[in-house]
């Protein structure tokens, strides 16, 4: 479903379209471009803004739901953060927890990155992107990853049309934004991380193997939870790991490759494989300290 123009500036503050009155009555302006917009109140279609007489703004609706969002955010001054698992898992290390803000500004420059919204939470930032048609690619998670900021992912696009009904759900949205998890994700979490590099440090370092498997052509013997046995020959019974399909999925493997960077000195990509440096043969030590470090609050 694409989303339809659901608010206007009138007097330089964002309105919603149940809120005005239809036509050019509505005395509203495109938060994008700042044209002229009239209020399409019918009995067909959902109620919208549309520009009266220019071409539509292809980035209306994002700006606005950016500021609708922020606007909700800087009044309530709290959100509901999703739960965070540790990295490839469905192991949980923090359940979804509310925390409240102690100052809110909006595309505010950290480094080279300007985030949708920076919040500050007991003196410590969270970036918070307001997705609408753009979502954040694996890029700029990389340069908020080293930036050491914690961010998360609003699904707005999601949550708008959840949301959205005749007329216009304003009180449903706010508090799908503010108290809902199921259109938010995590970009990068500091303690997540903080954990991985922990359990990290307890790994050891297996040499990959070409395999001569066309289905799991690059692997690494021995593998200690097990994902795959070999059924026959001199190996049979034994476990192995394909470095594609478990080792770049799994909880206790990071995959150790060259890196290609290109010339723009930022942009990164993975280069030929070289080993897998492997934690999973020390499963309770990793207990111990996820334990450790999960008995304190995120915030």
């Known amino acids: 479903m694409n989303i339809k123009l659901p608010f206007g500036l009138q007097d330089g503050q964002l309105v919603d379209i149940t809120s005005v009155e239809s036509g050019l009555a509505c005395n509203c302006f495109c938060p994008s471009c700042g044209q002229q917009l009239v209020a399409k109140k019918g009995e067909i279609k959902e109620h919208h803004f549309a520009h009266y007489d220019s071409e539509e703004c292809s980035g209306a609706v994002e700006t606005a739901l950016h500021i609708y969002a922020k ?34 500004v909006l595309e ?84 997540q991380n903080f954990i991985d590099e922990q359990i990290k440090k307890l790994a050891t370092n297996k040499p990959v193997v070409h395999s001569g498997l066309d289905a799991y052509p690059i692997i690494i013997d021995n593998c200690p939870i097990e994902k795959r046995k070999w059924k026959s020959g001199f190996k049979q019974g034994q476990s192995y790991a394909s470095v594609f399909d478990d080792c770049y999925h799994c909880a206790f493997g ?39 470090y999960t008995k304190l609050n995120y915030y």
């Not at 192991?91 to 803000?101: D, G, P, Q």
Request: aromatic residues 10%.
């Open 254 to 292: 990071e995959v150790v490759c060259d890196k290609k960077v290109f010339n723009d000195g930022e942009t990164i990509i993975d280069g030929k494989i070289r080993s897998v440096n492997c934690s999973g043969h020390r499963q309770e030590d990793i207990d111990k300290i996820i334990k450790t």
């Open 108 to 191: 505010k420059r950290i480094g080279n990155i300007i985030p949708d919204i920076v919040v500050l939470i007991k003196d410590k930032p969270l970036l918070i992107e307001i997705a609408v048609t753009h979502f954040v690619d694996r890029f700029k998670a990389y340069k908020i990853f080293e930036l050491g900021y914690s961010a998360i992912e609003v699904n707005a696009d999601g949550l708008f049309n959840s949301s959205y009904n005749k007329p216009f759900n304003n009180e449903d949205f706010a508090t799908r934004l503010i108290e809902g998890t199921s259109f938010k994700r995590w970009i990068n979490n500091s303690k």
């Open 71 to 104: 606007n909700i955010l800087e009044k309530e001054k709290r959100i509901v953060l999703p739960p965070v698992y540790l990295a490839n898992s469905d192991k949980l290390l923090f359940s979804a927890t509310e925390v409240n803000f102690d100052s809110i």
